[in-house]
DNA sequence: TTAAAATTACTACTAAAGTGGTATTGTGCT
DNA sequence: AGCACAATACCACTTTAGTAGTAATTTTAA
């Protein structure tokens, strides 16, 4: 196989499954795209090691005994940005995924994936793609139409959803009163009514309902 | 090539370009999985037909000269939850994805995509996955980074996150005071110095600075 | 080993938010 | 015509939330 780029992508691996580590390097040897800089076995070494590198893309394995694959990401990808961190693990858990997104990974691939497909994904990833198996982006999109649903079923009548919109701006009902020409009095009962149909008693929790 | 399934995944395609629409099913027609049952050039005989029909996935083009895609889905969807929706299209900013997702699509797949991958895709949604573009997913994915960073860069300290956590879920201070075993007036100072980092004054708009 | 944060806590006060009752007017539906 | 509901508004009252100043103790990082 010839070599698409000019130079080829620089990653790194942290996996602390020998065998599997072994494995997905000689998986990665074979295309002549991708260069394997260095592995590592554990999550301090790695933190060290990899700002004094110069790397593209790293594969990191989430649950290393004892330690947090998530917290390293958390730790380096602010310090080196340009780096495009993929979660490879067998933990796919909607909170697990969830939180190493929010880390600042940018794919998530689980080892149930073919993983000769981990290739693609280490291209898809340095071309500015967000490779995820399709588990993955099934959870994201459910959770995402989950966010999107949370909202009650509870119909609030036009003023009490502009309303409800004020307060979810923080403002007082003295402001959303001047806002919409009325009086405090009236926002009142409007917050009132809303917090009725919403069974709920303060502007937290309404909002926590409602959106 | 030999049927993978017992019976095949039976779809619709909503498609006003005809061109586009004989290449796709022609190519579709190709895969013995895949049965098209029916295609529609416009929304309302879409919308009447479609929930007449035994359908497994749905294909819709999302701009349809002055009609809306997002509509159709978001009018279908809770008539007939069974059914997956891909859309399919060329408009691929921000606003639409999520507008489609919101509407309860399950799959996103720009035109810009090898067509061939339509057929993957429609497997993909029918197996329960999310099919998407790689640039969809980045998409989704920056979304949620910026979604998570819409927070300050603010550090609260571990104690201040906690408070901050129930703050978000409406306790009061003395709720909080009790679950942490602290004096009310502790918990007092503790959002008071929160709100001093984030440089706010009500409990709303810390949340909304922080998450 | 210091200086800087973090965590704890109190007093005193003001400003909002939330609760309960009541009432008028308008609009849409039957 | 009558009913339900939305929208407006006021009074009176209690409870929370937010502001301000101060300070002791512990942790953490330089």
Redesign the pocket.
């Known amino acids: 196989m010839k070599p698409l780029l000019e130079s080829k992508i620089k990653i790194a691996i942290v996996e602390d499954d020998l065998e599997i580590l072994d494995y997905i390097v000689s998986l990665l040897k074979a295309d002549s795209n991708i260069e394997v800089v260095k592995t590592f076995e554990e999550y301090n070494t790695a933190f060290n090691t990899i700002p004094n590198l110069i790397l593209d893309v790293v594969v990191v394995d989430i649950n290393l005994p004892g330690q947090n694959g998530i917290e390293l990401v958390k730790a380096l990808k602010p310090k080196i940005p340009t780096i495009q961190f993929i979660m490879y693990t067998s933990l796919f858990d909607a909170e697990t995924v969830f939180s190493a997104l929010k880390a600042g990974a940018t794919g998530y691939i689980t080892k149930e994936t073919q993983p000769d497909k981990l290739s693609d994904a280490i291209k898809d990833a340095f071309k500015g793609g967000a490779p995820m198996s399709s588990d993955i982006a099934r959870k994201i999109v459910k959770s995402f139409h989950e966010f999107e649903n949370k909202s009650t079923n509870v ?9 409800i919109n004020m ?1 979810s701006q ?8 001047d806002k ?14 809303i ?3 919403l069974q ?7 909002l926590n309902k409602y959106f």
Chains 1, 2 share one sequence.
């Open positions: 119909q609030l009548s036009k003023r009490e959803k502009e309303i307060l923080g403002l007082r009902y003295k402001e959303i009163a919409l020409f009325l009086s405090t009095e009236t926002v009142r009962t409007h917050i009132r009514n917090y009725d149909k709920v008693n303060s502007r937290t929790e309404a």
